[in-house]
């Protein structure tokens, strides 16, 4: 009785067994007669695979011929062209190489040159959390003054959410006509957070400075844009007629900017024919960035950092620290030790490209390390509003001046 049993229950496992082979078998003869024999997308899918010498024209003519035969929409050649070239380029995975397309060239160049209609920000991609993160607010703009911080991660831009890879983009969105109103959707640690900034017309002019206890002249600004370091010896020459007898340079939030203004200041200080800046090409070229004139601040320099200081910020702070010419007090900076260029083609659009890295006159690699303070000093845990701090608060500063004080 039990042999039969098994033989039953045999019988039905074959049985469904069977079954499901011919069932596969018709399936396979199904799509078989479909992508080989019913429809041509099979020479395409062999054409994309079985050719890996394939140029990025080839295997765009490809994809352009899969996409004029079988797509449902409409065709916007402009935007196809300009999606491929922005993909492109982020195919680099370099967060500083990037395509700026006609329409933001003007705006991008104002940007660079310190004056534009917006909020008053400066930005970085964050690739940690592929998102835009705010590097720091301009002193005194309606980002400032509405509460944005440094570190504050860029969610949305007008209801729209938007990744790292938008930068340009959003950067464009955020500005707009003077009076008019842009909404930010905020992550600050782990709270959301919501803003309407009123866009006004932002001159950056970051270049302040004021006389501190013991003739100790103080001298702050938020970014290097075009005639920073003019505007910076002005000031020191101000400060120097009032008496200063040494000098703290603030350099905290500061994200750099144009190089040269950043080495015209460092001029300033450095003996004449000093070793400023070694910058290397691809092909380990080097171009050596010489101080060309004495030296017009012939006194004591601490230079303030944070782990907002970045790259023209660093270039100046590595080239003072190696030289002897100043002392660094602080947090470690941020670590962008490459430069860009933008090139201008034809059609009006642009390429912001990384050429170059530097090296520090010590030869010192400074990207995604930074530069470590000669006294590394925290700011206390209650401070929240690094641009607001009260001086007495100020721990920094404060050890700068006591640094100052007993040289």
């Known amino acids: 009785m039990e042999e039969k049993k098994r033989y039953k229950v045999y019988k ?56 004029e035969k079988y797509y449902l929409g409409d065709i916007d050649e ?10 492109y380029i982020e195919g680099l995975g370099d967060p500083y190489t990037e395509y700026i397309s006609k329409e933001d060239m003007n705006d991008y160049l104002e940007d660079t040159m310190g004056n534009f209609v917006g909020i008053g920000i400066y930005m970085v991609q964050d690739t940690e959390s592929n998102r835009i993160m705010v590097l720091s607010p301009i002193k005194n703009s309606p980002a400032e003054k509405a509460g944005i911080k440094p570190g504050d991660l860029i969610i949305s831009v007008n209801g729209e959410e938007c990744t790292a890879d938008d930068m340009t983009a959003i950067s464009t969105k955020i500005k707009g006509e003077e009076g008019t109103t842009v909404k930010l959707q905020i992550l600050r640690g782990e709270e959301t957070l919501d803003f309407e900034i009123k866009r006004e017309n932002i001159v950056v002019n970051p270049v302040e400075g004021e006389v501190l206890e013991n003739n100790i002249g103080y ?9 920073t370091a003019e505007e910076f010896k002005n000031k020191f020459e101000e400060l120097k007629s009032q008496g200063i007898t040494s ?37 380990n070229n080097e171009t050596v960035e010489k101080s060309e004139n004495d030296p017009i601040i012939n006194m004591p320099v601490i230079i303030l950092t944070n782990e907002n200081t970045a790259s023209s910020s660093e270039i100046l702070s590595g080239a003072l620290k190696d030289l002897g010419k100043a002392k660094i007090v602080g947090t470690k900076t941020y670590g962008k030790g490459v430069i860009q260029q933008i090139l201008t083609l034809p059609d009006g659009s ?58």
């Open 12 to 67: 039905i496992i074959m049985l469904i067994v069977l079954v499901a082979f011919i069932t596969f078998l018709i399936t396979s003869i199904g799509f078989y007669q479909y992508f080989v024999k019913g429809d041509s997308l099979n020479k395409y899918l062999t054409l994309m695979t079985s050719d890996s010498s394939q140029d990025i024209s080839q295997t765009l003519d490809t994809y352009k011929s899969l996409i």
């Open 78 to 87: 402009e935007g196809l062209k300009e999606g491929a070239i922005k993909g």
């Open 219 to 227: 001298i702050e600004f938020s970014s290097f844009d075009e005639n």
């Open 247 to 283: 000098l703290i340079i603030d350099l905290r939030n500061n994200g750099g900017g144009i190089v040269d203004e950043a080495l015209q200041i460092a001029d300033y200080i450095a003996d004449k024919g000093s070793v400023l800046l070694y910058e290397v090409d691809k092909d």
């Open 350 to 407: 642009g390429l912001k490209i990384t050429t170059e890295k530097y090296l520090t006159p010590n030869r010192t690699e400074i990207n995604k390390i930074g530069i470590e303070p000669d006294e590394t000093v925290e700011l206390p845990e209650d401070v929240d509003d690094v641009f607001n701090i009260d001086k007495s608060k100020d721990t920094q500063l404060q050890k700068a001046i006591q640094m100052l004080k007993e040289s």
